[in-house]
C-alpha cells in the first residue's frame, strides 16, 4: 500500500471554479503535511503547509482530518494559472525528514 | 542566491555506462536528498545526508551511490546504467527546524538506451 495516495486526475474545470483534492496518508504517526505543486517538466514547490486547524492562503485552502487520516486541498475561482500537478506530501519525523509524496493529482483549469 | 542547482540538465547514456550527477545549493541546509520521479510513481527517496560527510539509503538505492564531501555539494553517481534508471532526478534540501519546507533543484532528465 502506497503511503500517500491521490485521485491522478486529470481534473478538467472552467476558469472561475471551485474544485477540492483530496489525499489520504497510511501512517498515523505522519507529523507534518504539505501540498507542492509541480509544473510541466519543472521541480516541485511548495503551495502551503496544512495545520491541524485548517488554514488559508488567497485562494487556496487546506485541511486535515487526522481521524480519517486525509488532507484536502479547496482552490475557489480558479484561474489558468492554476493549471498544474499538485502533490500531497508527508513526512514523519524521525533522524531526518523523510518524506512521502504521493504521485500528484493534475489540474487543468479551461478558459 | 541561486537556491538549489543540478548539473547536467539533459544526459542520455548507454547501458553500462557511468555518469555523477552534481547537486549544488547555497542555503547553508544540513539535509540534502536524491529522489526520482517516474510518472504515476511519485517522487521516491534514492539517498540522503543530514550532514557533510554522512550518507544514508532511501527507499530505491540499488544501482546508486552518493558522497556529501562538502556540505554544498550532494553528488549521485551511476556506475552501470540500466535501462530502468531512466527517470528524472531531483535534489532537494532543507534545513533541520519544524516547517520541513523542501527545495528543489530544476531536475536532470536522463535516458539511458
Known amino acids: 500500500r502506497k503511503e500517500v495516495e491521490q485521485d491522478p486526475g486529470p481534473f478538467n474545470v472552467p476558469e472561475g471554479a471551485t474544485v477540492a483534492f483530496n489525499c489520504t496518508y497510511s501512517n498515523s504517526a505522519s507529523q507534518s503535511f504539505f501540498w507542492y505543486r509541480q509544473d510541466c517538466r519543472k521541480e516541485p514547490k511548495l503551495l502551503m503547509s496544512?495545520?491541524?486547524s485548517g488554514n488559508e492562503d488567497g485562494r487556496f485552502t487546506a485541511q486535515l482530518n487526522r481521524a480519517s487520516q486525509y488532507i484536502s486541498l479547496l482552490i475557489r475561482d480558479s484561474k489558468l494559472s492554476d493549471s498544474a500537478t499538485y502533490l500531497c506530501?508527508?513526512?514523519?519525523?524521525?533522524?531526518?525528514?523523510?518524506?512521502?509524496f504521493g504521485s500528484g493529482t493534475k489540474l487543468n483549469v479551461k478558459p | 542566491n541561486a537556491g538549489v542547482t543540478q548539473t547536467p540538465k539533459f544526459r542520455v547514456l548507454k547501458t553500462g555506462q557511468s555518469m555523477t550527477l552534481l547537486c549544488a545549493q547555497d542555503?547553508?541546509?544540513?539535509?540534502m536528498y536524491w529522489y526520482r520521479q517516474d510518472p504515476g510513481m511519485g517522487l521516491r527517496l534514492i539517498h540522503y545526508?543530514?550532514?557533510?560527510?554522512?550518507?544514508a539509503k532511501g527507499e530505491v538505492p540499488d544501482g546508486y551511490n552518493v558522497s556529501r564531501l562538502k556540505k554544498q555539494n550532494f553528488l549521485l553517481g551511476l556506475e552501470s546504467a540500466a535501462p530502468s534508471q531512466t527517470s528524472v532526478y531531483f535534489c532537494?534540501?532543507?534545513?533541520?527546524?519544524?516547517?520541513?519546507?523542501?527545495?528543489f533543484g530544476p531536475g536532470t532528465r536522463l535516458t539511458v538506451t
Open positions: 545526508s543530514v550532514g557533510e560527510g554522512t550518507t
Open positions: 542555503m547553508n541546509h544540513e539535509y
Open positions: 532537494a534540501s532543507d534545513t533541520s527546524v519544524p516547517e520541513y519546507e523542501q527545495y
Open positions: 506530501v508527508v513526512n514523519m519525523e524521525g533522524n531526518f525528514n523523510k518524506f512521502y
Open positions: 496544512v495545520y491541524s
